[in-house]
């Protein structure tokens, strides 16, 4: 049974303490009895699971429901509230969660949830429309593999890798649609020969970007053994076994473990190399030039660190010569004197 709850809120057990519910930590500690449902919550949903009987778990459910009201005042919805088999499997956290018999034999498979998967691949087709080939291929690859690798990571420790590697796929299809209507009158095979290559085993995209004598390549990502850490969750054992998305520090202390509401929602939202109002398309392209110009340095007191591009003219003029790599504190000295002159 999965049902939404308040935010932050976790089962404390006190719900029909006499049918056995009782709370169980993210990282997966305890199993249930026969016959005696077990309660994990974290965030706003939570799954109730038992091998009892459905008559068993609708009395849970009520026991839940008047505890909800009781203790903490709120409402168990109905309409959201759902009983299921484990066969027919339920959608969780972004996760599908369904037991199958591929081989001959029960497993219980964990994957992305198919709106997970619809998403990002919503996402992928946006940053490859014909409205993105101003762009260039460096910045395009990368912003790509941001998304690409940050929705693999979440979905790391599922069952099966061919759901990443299907995403994955479809990247490489879309980056190659974008690269045909980029260079019109290529064709698909002289743009990948050109712009591909074998790294760590596998064939991928790959950009480069020079200037001066600095030049940056980026390649594809790809969800290999060298760039994707994968591990099982394990059974739990006699001394138990770590849950694979939560680290032992925080396992059981917080009520947010880390990934549990779905991948970093960042990677939908956030667009790279979006140019401001009143700056021209390729800016960050130019911004991106002025640091490797620069070293990757400040160029007024040498620093690595929390580097920023300022426009040495204001933003009547964007282009490169009027551009510099400063560092926070530099910039807003410079940004303050900028201000001062033009009050003046």
């Not at 009520?62 to 027919?88: G, P, W």
Request: proline share 4%; charged share 25%; hydrophobic share 30%.
């Amino acid at each position: 049974m999965s049902s939404p709850a308040a935010r932050c809120c976790r089962l404390t057990g006190e719900p029909g303490r006499s049918k056995g519910v009782r709370r169980v930590r993210a990282s997966g500690g305890g199993a249930s009895t026969a016959g005696k449902p077990a309660a994990s919550a974290v965030s706003d949903w939570y799954v109730v699971v038992s091998n009892g009987s459905r008559t068993e778990v609708e009395e849970t459910k009520q026991a839940i429901k008047r505890f909800l009201t009781t203790e903490l005042h709120l409402e168990l919805s109905e309409e959201k509230t759902l009983i299921t088999h484990v066969n027919d499997g339920f959608t969780f956290l972004g996760f599908h969660i369904q037991r199958r018999k591929p081989e001959g034999h029960w497993v219980v498979h964990l994957r992305p949830a198919a709106k997970a998967v619809e998403r990002v691949k919503r996402k992928i087709k946006s940053l490859t429309s014909r409205g993105w080939t101003w762009m260039d291929e460096y910045t395009r690859l990368t912003s790509l593999n941001s998304v690409v690798r940050g929705w693999a990571e979440y979905y790391r420790h599922t069952s099966l890798l061919s759901d990443i590697a299907q995403i994955t796929t479809y990247s490489w299809q879309r980056y190659l649609g974008w690269l045909l209507k980029k260079h019109k009158g290529s064709r698909p095979g002289q743009l990948t020969a050109a712009k591909s290559q074998t790294i760590l085993g596998r064939k991928r995209w790959v950009a480069h970007i020079r200037e001066g004598t600095t030049s940056l390549r980026a390649h594809q990502w790809l969800p290999t053994r060298m760039e994707l850490q994968r591990q099982r969750y394990l059974r739990k054992g006699k001394e138990g076994f770590p849950h694979p998305y939560l680290s032992q520090a925080s396992a059981g202390t917080s009520d947010e473990p880390f990934g549990e509401t779905g991948p970093d929602e960042r990677i939908y939202i956030v667009t790279v190399g979006v140019p401001r109002q009143g700056e021209p398309l390729s800016i960050g392209e130019r911004k991106l030039r002025a640091r490797m110009r620069d070293g990757f340095r400040c160029v007024q007191c040498g620093s690595t660190n929390d580097l920023q591009v300022h426009h040495t003219k204001g933003f009547k003029s964007h282009r490169l010569a009027d551009l510099k790599t400063l560092c926070r504190t530099c910039h807003n000295i410079e940004t303050h004197k900028q201000g001062q002159q033009t009050t003046t």
